[in-house]
Nanobody, 123 residues
Framework: QVRLVESGGGSVQAGGSLRLSCAAS????????????MSWFRQAPGKEREWVGS????????DYADSVEGRFTISQDNAKNTVYLQMNSLKPEDTAMYYC????????????WGQGTQVTVSS
């Protein structure tokens, strides 16, 4: 069973930075992880879940939502099966529960989800 565990959330003032981590484990097929699309989503209270960005583990493009383009960066350490979300110039509207997700096919339709980590940005 694929397991995704996020960490790194917390509270920060506007303009600050946080780095989220997503560690993946439980891949019975050693090549499966290398074919996955890893994504970050977020959900603020009372709002729908929003896609933040995605990256292909095996290489390729990394895409971001317009709302975070230029401020957030997704990176990966394949030796650790870990994906990161570096968040800079944080705004109060970035406050949300952030979820890591993994997809075998389309990045926007994950097969696996983490439990989430809370990010709170104060003005």
């Amino acid at each position: 069973q694929v397991r995704l565990v996020e960490s790194g959330g917390g509270s920060v003032q506007a303009g600050g930075s946080l780095r989220l981590s997503c560690a993946a484990s439980g891949y019975t097929d050693s090549t499966l992880y290398s074919r996955m699309c890893m994504s970050w989503f977020r959900q603020a209270p009372g709002k729908e879940r929003e896609w933040v960005g995605s990256t292909r583990v095996g290489g390729g493009t990394t895409d971001y939502a317009d709302s975070v383009e230029g401020r957030f960066t997704i990176s990966q350490d394949n030796a650790k099966n870990t994906v990161y979300l570096q968040m800079n110039s944080l705004k109060p509207e970035d406050t949300a529960m952030y979820y890591c997700a993994a997809a075998v096919g389309s990045c926007r339709q994950p097969n696996y989800w983490g439990q989430g980590t809370q990010v709170t940005v104060s003005s």
